[in-house]
């Protein structure tokens, strides 16, 4: 154990640069940052391809919203977490058994959607009502009717989910349904590519956080365009977008639009 906390490096640091800001002080300053969203009530939000963003609750009961570049609130509606959403590569929108047609999503349609797990489940209890007791005449019923379910949408059986994650995972609209085969119930193809800020400097290990296992903590050194630099201590990713070549910056404290001095 000793070698191993040797090769990590584990002894702590002094602080690199002592004399840059933390973010939480720099995001306050007026001039160089503006926030666009307040995250109270926000889960995560995303960086859309067509220069607007997503925002996703933390709550059931609060709406996911669809913003302009300055949060200004395009759509909102409150969705079912138990059901699919998605946003397909064209931008419309799936959510609570409807499908929202980009951009404007005033235009919206019912659109069915097949959990392809949940429908082989009821299924499955609907044989053991027929033959209680009797797994595996019920589990071979349910394996021939998988068949059949899958291909008309044009899919096999999946044997080996941990090595055929590709083949296994499908989220798409195929048969003019919202068809889902894996259990993750959010999927976005419209977003753009995450992007991370710059660290200009190697990562400090400040201390040991004690605990059931002892945790490292880490000082960060991070640049926005070559031109502010800051420090955080509670963050070792950053990500961060461009909208409409303005860059906005996704923190623990907002969403934040940061003004270029050049």
């Keep these: 154990m000793l070698l191993f906390l040797m090769a990590c490096n584990p002894f702590p640091k002094k602080d690199m640069h002592p004399e840059l800001p933390f973010l939480s002080e720099l995001v306050g300053k007026k001039e160089l940052f503006t926030k666009i969203i307040d995250y109270k009530g926000v889960s995560t939000v995303s960086f859309l391809k067509d220069d607007r963003i997503l925002v996703m609750p933390d709550k059931s009961n609060l709406p996911l919203k669809i913003t302009d570049a300055e949060g200004k609130v395009l759509f909102q509606v409150v969705y ?11 931008g419309n929108l799936y959510g609570n058994g409807r499908k929202y047609f980009h951009p404007d999503y005033t235009r919206a349609v019912d659109f069915e959607n097949v ?24 589990r071979k019923l349910t394996d021939a009717y998988e068949i059949g379910f899958l291909k008309r949408y044009q899919m096999t059986p999946c044997e080996f989910v941990l090595v055929n994650t590709e083949k296994c995972d499908v989220f798409e609209v195929r048969n ?3 068809l889902l085969r894996q259990t993750t119930l959010i999927k976005n193809d419209f977003a753009k590519k995450d992007e991370r800020l710059k660290e200009f400097d190697e990562a400090v290990l400040l201390r040991w956080r004690n605990g059931r296992v002892a945790t490292p903590e880490y000082m960060h050194y991070y640049q926005i365009n070559d031109e502010v630099k800051f420090k955080m201590d509670d963050v070792d990713l950053l990500k961060f977008g461009i909208l409409k070549g303005e860059t906005y910056l996704d923190t623990p404290y907002g969403l934040f639009k940061f003004h270029s001095g050049k």
């Design 176 to 178: 003019n349904k919202l």
């Design 80 to 90: 079912d977490f138990k059901k699919p959403l998605y946003l397909d590569p064209e």
């Design 115 to 138: 959990m392809v797990s949940d429908s082989l489940r009821k299924k499955y209890e609907e044989f053991e009502l027929k033959n209680p007791g009797n797994d595996s005449l019920n």
